[in-house]
Nanobody, 122 residues
Framework: QVQLVESGGGLVHAGNSLRLSCAAS????????VGWFRQAPGKEREGIALISSRDGTTYYIDSVEGRFTISRDNAKNTVYLQMNNLKPEDTALYYCAASKLWSIYSRDYDYWGQGTQVTVSS
């Protein structure tokens, strides 16, 4: 059974940092592109960062580039999202997901975690 489990969310003040983890079981994450998505109340889910399965190529949307870093530890079958200089507008439920495609769109992802809440106070 495939399972993705996110952890590391929490409540922080603006300007602080968090590191999210996405641990997988039942599949090898290094065989998949992995994306981090987030969904704020009343908004659609958006893809914010990707990491490729092969060469570690990464992609970020403009609003997080320079502040967030996605990485993977294949030995631990885990993908991370380091989030620095957090802003109140980063408040959302954060999900990781795995796909055989290189895509920012949630419809292209096959496996999803349950999400971890990030709340940034001003």
């Amino acid at each position: 059974q495939v399972q993705l489990v996110e952890s590391g969310g929490g409540l922080v003040h603006a300007g602080n940092s968090l590191r999210l983890s996405c641990a997988a079981s039942g599949l090898r994450l290094d065989n998949y592109a992995v994306g981090w998505f987030r969904q704020a109340p009343g908004k659609e889910r958006e893809g914010i960062a990707l990491i490729s399965s092969r060469d570690g190529t990464t992609y970020y949307i403009d609003s997080v580039e320079g502040r967030f870093t996605i990485s993977r530890d294949n030995a631990k079958n885990t993908v991370y999202l380091q989030m620095n200089n957090l802003k109140p507008e980063d408040t959302a439920l954060y999900y990781c997901a795995a796909s055989k495609l290189w895509s920012i769109y949630s419809r292209d992802y096959d496996y999803w975690g349950q999400g971890t809440q990030v709340t940034v106070s001003s």
